[in-house]
């Protein structure tokens, strides 16, 4: 049984053979060895060609089995109908990574050739990247096996990217921006390896500070995340990801033949484990750029010093975007600024100087903050006036954007023409980061906070709740004997009950005089609804019937729900009416449960009841999780203040739905058939009162796709 190599002899190879290697200086073969020769690597360059020959210096061998010497990695760089022979050869001279350039597999639709090259290559002890990619760099390696730019700088950021045109764009990018890479990987169709395989080894990594990653689609997510989790503890993770439109998503399905999967899914969930997710490749870049230096506060305590009322609101209104909170202890500002701005300038923050200050206050303003141990980060805006001179500023900005990037986060936004815009790339070069839109240097901060936050959150266990799994599995095989991939409401009550959720009292009639009874039995008003598994739909089929108050509102909803559903299906088989209590009203909620695509089990919890499709007002999270997690999700909705209280109502019995979501959770773990499970509404009582789930909804799988 073969073993599967370590990954770092992806990153730092002894030997590394070129299959397709060129004489031709046109095409890619030659721009690999051109490339790797270039950079100085430090390992074994074999490049690899039926004609023989040399290249640059080297010996061409004429197959890979030829070479004397150890190879870790084989770049192969020929048409798609020739790889997989190559890779035959590969496996017998004991290569341990196939790094597949060459396209034409499943992002075209040829996925069986991809599977079965990747089949050979894993018995064979053989891991395989790609196919579809640029290749790797790697600066412990001196090693640029890519077809990208020639002339990368070496630092500390690692890329990891699905896409092969935006990672070189990238390399280009990080070039002009001066952005040192620690390496850059593309995983394209990710036939094998995937972006927690690199993670593995990019997390423990010295050289790498900071980790960008452009997904385009997600397939391992349980894995994914697990490993996200550990890594933001140890290094900033940024992730830039297209997909979020439904044509977006369309778009990166073909291009790379992955599942985007629903984008609000992947946006809660990618934030729950901490990880930084960047709209913009600007964004991404600046991020990765600053947050390997720029130090971690010791504090939420910003302030921003400014010398134009104008940008001074902007920064706040940024400010609150990014979630950066503005220090507001007037007590404390005034004692700090009150002796080192003009009388006519303002201590209440925004700090502002005001549009006739000199530079000159800048630097004091700027010392007094930096050196104020209740601040913890200083935002700093200059507008050009007449008396801002941006040479004297460049001098302060030397002084303090140098000399306190070890104790606290200092970010600049300078406004104006020509002069300013000189110095504001200026200071870039230097790695001071200074911008001349002041969102761009707040929403900066805003990372270096959520990073913060990542880093300082308690400790929160992962709760599951004990509930007796064997009983309701039971229900599902019953559910399975019938042919059926949902619950009757009755068999989803019951095994809401077995969970332990509150439910409405409930009985099913077979008749009319049983209808009756039950109603009395249950106490009016009453709810009924139409027992049929063919169907699913009741609201639609005219088969419910709501607040029914006496007998004989009974006696005529019952006739008129038996008369709706066979007008709505005249051969669905009719099991009854099912007699429910009326729940009263207060606010509803949505909570629901399944198994995604990409993440594996989910949990849901939003603004619930008939506009929820409408609203769209809902959180995610990966399952199982901890109680102050489920906490976060529930007040990430925007209707979360109806739960607080608003206009003199009581708080929400939310600890209540804290427990309903953790059972909802629980029972999708519990039984391995269930894809879907939807409590809406839950109906949420004032504190102590509790909740009550009004209707369940439960799906299984297809019986080929049980898990």
């Known amino acids: 049984m073969y073993k599967n190599p370590d990954i770092k002899y992806l990153f730092e190879p002894r030997g590394v053979a070129i299959i397709g290697a060129s004489r031709d200086k046109s095409k890619i073969g030659h721009k690999f060895v051109e490339n790797i020769h270039a950079s100085g690597y430090k390992g074994k360059l074999y490049p690899v060609n039926p004609e023989g020959g040399e290249i640059l210096g ?27 022979d190559s890779v035959k050869s590969c496996a017998a001279k004991g290569v341990k990574f196939a790094v597949i350039i060459a396209s034409g597999f499943s992002e075209v639709g040829n996925s069986s050739e991809e599977k079965k090259i990747v089949a050979f290559a894993r018995e064979h002890g053989m891991r395989v990247l790609g196919p579809n990619i640029f290749g790797v760099y790697s600066a412990v390696s001196c090693m640029n096996a890519t077809f990208g730019p020639s002339n990368v700088r070496p630092g500390g950021v690692a890329v990891i990217t699905q896409s092969g045109a935006i990672g070189v764009g990238m390399m280009g990018k990080t070039v002009t921006e001066n952005i040192g890479l620690s390496a850059i990987i593309s995983v394209g169709n990710k036939s094998d390896l995937d972006e927690s395989d690199l993670l593995e080894y990019l997390v423990e990594q010295e050289q790498t500070k900071i980790i960008l990653m452009y997904v385009e689609g997600i397939s391992e997510g349980e894995r994914l995340v697990s490993i996200l989790k550990k890594a933001v503890l140890k290094k900033p993770i940024v992730i830039l990801k297209s997909g979020r439109s439904a044509r977006g998503a369309m778009a990166a399905a073909s291009h790379t033949s992955s599942l985007a999967g629903e ?53 706040a209104d940024a400010c609150e975007k990014f979630n950066v909170n503005l220090y507001d202890n007037q007590t ?27 530079v000159s206050y800048y630097d004091s303003a700027l010392t007094a903050a930096l050196n104020n141990p209740e601040i913890h980060s200083v935002i700093c805006l200059g507008c050009e006036t007449a008396v801002f001179d941006p ?61 913060y936050r990542t880093l300082h959150q308690p400790p929160d266990p992962i709760q599951t709740i004990d509930m007796d799994g064997d009983k309701m599995n039971e229900i599902i095989r019953k559910v399975r004997a019938d042919d059926r991939t ?18 409405p009292k409930s009985r099913i009639a077979h008749k009319l005089d049983e209808a009756i009874a039950y109603a009395e039995e249950i106490g009016y008003p009453v709810v009924m609804k139409i027992v049929s598994k063919d169907i699913i739909h009741k609201s639609d089929a005219g088969g419910v019937a709501l607040d029914l108050g006496n007998r004989k509102e009974v006696m005529d909803a019952y006739e008129a729900i038996m008369h709706n559903a066979r007008a709505y299906k005249a051969d669905a088989k009719i099991e009854g009416v099912q007699v429910d209590e009326m729940v009263r009203d207060d606010v509803e909620t949505i909570i629901g449960a399944r198994r995604d695509l990409s993440f594996g089990p989910i949990v849901m919890f939003g603004l619930g009841g008939i506009y929820v499709e409408v609203m769209k007002d ?90």
């Open 263 to 315: 984008d609000k899914v992947f946006d809660d969930i990618i934030k729950q484990c901490g990880v930084l997710r960047a709209e913009t490749i600007t964004d991404a870049l600046t991020w990765v750029r600053y947050l390997a230096n720029i130090p971690v506060p010791k504090g939420e305590n910003t302030v921003i010093i400014t010398n134009g009322g104008g940008i001074g609101v902007l920064a």
């Open 332 to 358: 404390v500002l005034n004692k700090t600024f009150s002796n080192v701005i003009p009388s006519f300038g303002s201590s209440k923050n925004p700090i502002d100087l005001s549009g006739q200050a000199p």
């Open 486 to 503: 949902f619950l009757l409401a009755a068999e989803a009550q019951a095994m809401m009950q077995i969970a332990g959720l509150p439910m």
């Open 58 to 84: 080297y010996k061409v061998y004429k197959n890979v089995e030829e070479i004397d010497g150890e190879v870790d990695i084989a770049c192969i760089i020929i048409p798609a109908k020739y790889v997989f």
């Open 618 to 707: 809902i959180a995610f999270r990966t399952f199982p999780l901890g109680r102050q997690e489920v906490l976060k999700m529930i007040s990430q909705i925007r209707s979360y203040p109806l739960l607080l209280g608003v206009r003199g109502e009581k708080r929400k019995d939310i600890d209540k739905v804290v427990d309903v979501i953790m059972r909802v959770g629980t029972v999708l773990l519990k039984c391995k058939d269930i894809t879907d499970i939807e409590v809406n509404p839950l109906v949420v009582y004032s504190q102590g009162e509790g909740a009550r789930a009004v209707d369940v909804r439960i799906l299984l799988s297809k019986p080929q796709e049980a898990i």
């Open 391 to 451: 040479d004297v500023f460049s001098q302060v900005v030397q002084k303090q954007g140098v000399g306190y990037s070890k104790s606290k986060p200092l970010v600049y936004s300078l406004f104006g023409g020509s002069k300013i815009d000189h110095y504001v790339r200026e200071f870039q070069k230097h790695d001071v980061p200074a911008f001349q839109d002041v969102y761009e240097s707040i929403s900066l901060l805003g990372a270096v906070y959520s990073n």
